[in-house]
């Protein structure tokens, strides 16, 4: 069964950091391109950043390019959003999901609250 | 960047009622790389629809997608009491977006 459990969520204040973490189990993590996409309180999804499966290939949404760095360890199935310099506009519940062009296997989800 | 924009912005029927959703593009999305996702309240988006017209995994038949170019749809044919939700178009021909989503309610 395949599995994306996220983590690492939290209230950051703004200018602040944050790691997330999306654990990938049931399937061969390394075969598959992985997201972040991102959904505000009440509001739509947004698609955020998605690497490549051997992490040579990162592309980001212009709203968080030079804040935000996709990554993943395929030896560990992990898939990582560092986010710095946070702003209030960056709070979401922040979703893994897998595959390169649509996506049929989403996380739970974290929450992230950016205030002060 | 392609913009998506769904109408309507709510969708107010009964169960056993057709629903008809639409999605349209800013600019023509090639190869019908076009998506649509079905959102309860928390809870992750599903995928119901790929390439305009396919069903995903597992998805009843009574959702079918249409469409080509700039304008898509999603249609439900006989609305079941747990199709009550919010349905979401992407593409993924430019990019990766969104739309802002059409919510189905119990009139």
């Known amino acids: 069964e395949v599995q994306l459990v996220e983590s690492g969520g939290g209230l950051v204040q703004p200018g602040g950091s944050l790691r997330l973490s999306c654990a990938a189990s049931?399937?061969?993590?390394?075969?598959?391109?992985m997201n972040w996409v991102r959904q505000a309180p009440g509001k739509g999804l947004e698609w955020v950043a998605n690497?490549?499966?051997?992490?040579?290939?990162?592309y980001y949404v212009d709203s968080v390019k030079g804040r935000f760095t996709i990554s993943r360890d395929n030896a560990k199935n992990s898939l990582y959003l560092q986010m710095n310099s946070l702003r209030v506009e960056d709070t979401a519940v922040y979703y893994c999901?897998?595959?390169?062009?649509?996506?049929?296997?989403w996380g739970q989800g974290t929450l992230v609250t950016v205030s002060s | 960047e392609i913009v998506l924009t769904q109408s309507p912005g709510t969708l107010s029927l009964s169960p056993g009622e057709r629903a008809t959703l639409s999605c349209r593009a800013s600019?023509?999305?090639?190869?019908?790389?076009l998506a649509w996702y079905q959102q309860k309240p928390g809870q992750a988006p599903r995928l119901l629809i790929y390439?305009?017209?396919s069903r995903a995994t597992g998805i009843p038949d009574r959702f079918s997608g249409s469409g080509s170019g700039t304008d898509f749809t999603l249609t439900i044919s006989r609305l079941e009491p747990e199709d009550f939700a919010v349905y979401y178009c992407?593409?993924?021909?430019?990019?990766?977006?969104f739309g802002q989503g059409t919510k189905v309610e119990i009139k």
């Open positions: 600019q023509s999305v090639s190869s019908n790389y």
């Open positions: 049931g399937f061969t993590f390394s075969s598959y391109w």
């Open positions: 390439g305009a017209s």
């Open positions: 690497i490549k499966e051997d992490g040579s290939e990162k």
């Open positions: 999901a897998r595959g390169g062009y649509t996506y049929a296997f």
């Open positions: 992407q593409q993924y021909d430019n990019s990766r977006t």
